[in-house]
């Protein structure tokens, strides 16, 4: 069966440190991939989306890029964060018009 | 741009009683509309409606589709305190990329 992980679940950061968040997808090949955030009372908003290996789009301009070095594998990333990065990350892949999700990654930027 | 609007932002009931989430979308070349579920992290699928007017149920939820007044609506009946989450609406364009654009969720509260 398909699985998504994504870590880590929790974070801390101080402004104008970097980020990297990982999410990898077992049990299937070739998917599309997406980065949502989810910032505290609002919905989720697309960032990112891959359809294959370094291939990337970027919804909305912002502080963050994405990278995605295997086929399995999708990473968000930033040199320097904001204060507005704050918020809940979503890693999801898609199947079949489904969106299935990881966990989630908790990032509080002080 | 592709929208979705959902209404009420947030919701409070008692148990035991029935309640009705909105979704209205603007979307080019609508594909489907998907219901989901967030409680503490990740959400979590509750349908998908691609027809008009066919009703989805599960348990005491349901959702139908009208693709011409474009919006949806999901039903909760006989709400539990289990059912208190935020539910998101996604809708999908035809066009590729399988992209969900999210409406900014009903927080629903079930208080005992």
């Known amino acids: 069966s398909q699985t998504i992980h994504q870590w880590p679940a929790t974070l801390v950061q101080p402004v104008g440190s970097p980020l990297s968040l990982e999410c990898t997808v077992e049990?299937?090949?070739?998917?599309?991939l997406y980065w949502y955030r989810q910032a505290a009372g609002r919905g989720l908003q697309l960032l990112f989306y891959s359809v294959g290996i370094g291939q990337i789009s970027s919804e909305v301009p912002q502080n963050l890029s994405a990278s995605r070095p295997q086929d399995r594998q999708f990473i968000l990333s930033s040199k320097k964060l904001l204060l507005s990065d704050s918020g809940f990350y979503l890693c999801?892949?898609?199947?079949?018009?489904?969106?299935?999700f990881g966990e989630g990654s908790r990032l509080t930027v002080l | 741009e592709d929208k979705v609007v959902q209404s009420p932002l947030s919701l409070v009931v008692h148990e035991g009683d029935t309640v009705t989430l909105n979704c209205s979308y603007e979307v080019t070349n609508f594909r489907s509309l998907l219901w989901y579920k967030q409680e503490k992290k990740a959400p979590t699928f509750l349908f998908m409606l691609t027809s008009s007017g066919i009703e989805k149920k599960s348990g005491r939820l349901s959702s139908i589709l009208d693709k011409k007044e474009l919006f949806s609506i999901l039903n909760i009946t006989a709400t539990q305190t289990g059912d208190s989450a935020v539910y998101l609406c996604?809708?999908?364009?035809?066009?590729?990329?399988?992209?969900?654009?999210f409406g900014k969720g009903t927080k629903l509260t079930v208080n005992p």
């Open positions: 999801a892949w898609n199947s079949a018009g489904e969106l299935f």
């Open positions: 049990g299937t090949s070739n998917p599309n």
């Open positions: 996604a809708v999908e364009a035809q066009g590729g990329s399988e992209k969900l654009v």
